[in-house]
């Protein structure tokens, strides 16, 4: 069994193996969609997209992962966001929290070329740019698409989730799972994930 250094690197590796769907998304589509994993980014990849107030160059989120569903008109893009987030303490979840709360600024989620023109996958050559839909011609600039929608998955610690589950209510944009569900081997495939990740979606409000 292969030894990890941190449990970052057994996170990245675990959320290495997801694709580029998420998992419990992956059934029968409805309507246009471009599900793209951005983080973690492929180990050959130095770049990766991230998240941003319109504005700032300094302060960045960077999620342990980040799936960004790329939709609307080439004359008007945006994206829907998974970000899932490992938490080993507490006070790492309530840092972690203030950067997805509901808010009144709009934040961006910023791609860079390299990125965009890498392919999605080492068996599909097809660059990222052209699976997301939305882009016309092969992009020369970083592109920052509108967040339309946000959903978050918080993993944490077993003793933390238990206590957290017993006496908190997420909010509507928030999913939570234990530690070990995230690190498990092949954990997108585990049912109550999927079932769990299924509703993390506007679509699910809807009959």
């Known amino acids: 069994m292969r030894e990890f250094q941190s449990l970052d690197a057994l996170v990245r590796t675990r959320l290495r193996q997801w694709p580029q769907r998420p998992p419990g998304l992956d059934?029968?589509?409805?309507?246009?969609?471009?599900?793209?994993?951005?983080?973690?980014?492929?180990?050959?990849?130095?770049?990766?997209?991230?998240?941003?107030?319109?504005?700032?160059d300094r302060l960045r989120t960077l999620?342990?992962?980040?799936?960004?569903?790329?939709?609307?008109?080439?004359?008007?893009?945006?994206?829907?966001?998974?970000?899932?987030?490992?938490?080993?303490?507490?006070?790492?979840?309530?840092?972690?929290?203030?950067r997805f709360a509901p808010s009144t600024h709009s934040l961006l989620a910023v791609c860079p070329v390299p990125w965009l023109l890498a392919p999605v996958t080492a068996n599909d050559l097809t660059p990222r740019w052209q699976a997301t839909g939305v882009l016309i011609h092969q992009p020369t600039s970083t592109l920052c698409l509108p967040v339309r929608d946000i959903r978050v998955m918080y993993a944490l610690k077993r003793n933390h989730y238990d206590g957290f589950a017993e006496s908190q209510?997420?909010?509507?944009?928030?999913?939570?799972?234990?530690?070990?569900?995230?690190t498990a081997e092949a954990g997108y495939e585990n049912p109550r994930l999927k079932a769990l990740l299924a509703r993390a979606t506007a679509r699910a409000n809807f009959f």
């Open 27 to 56: 059934g029968p589509r409805t309507g246009r969609d471009g599900w793209l994993r951005g983080r973690p980014s492929d180990t050959t990849s130095p770049c990766h997209p991230f998240l941003k107030l319109p504005g700032s």
């Open 63 to 98: 999620p342990d992962g980040l799936w960004l569903n790329f939709a609307g008109t080439p004359a008007e893009p945006f994206v829907d966001i998974l970000a899932i987030e490992a938490c080993a303490s507490l006070p790492n979840l309530l840092d972690k929290r203030s």
């Open 169 to 182: 209510v997420p909010h509507a944009h928030e999913y939570f799972v234990p530690m070990d569900t995230l």
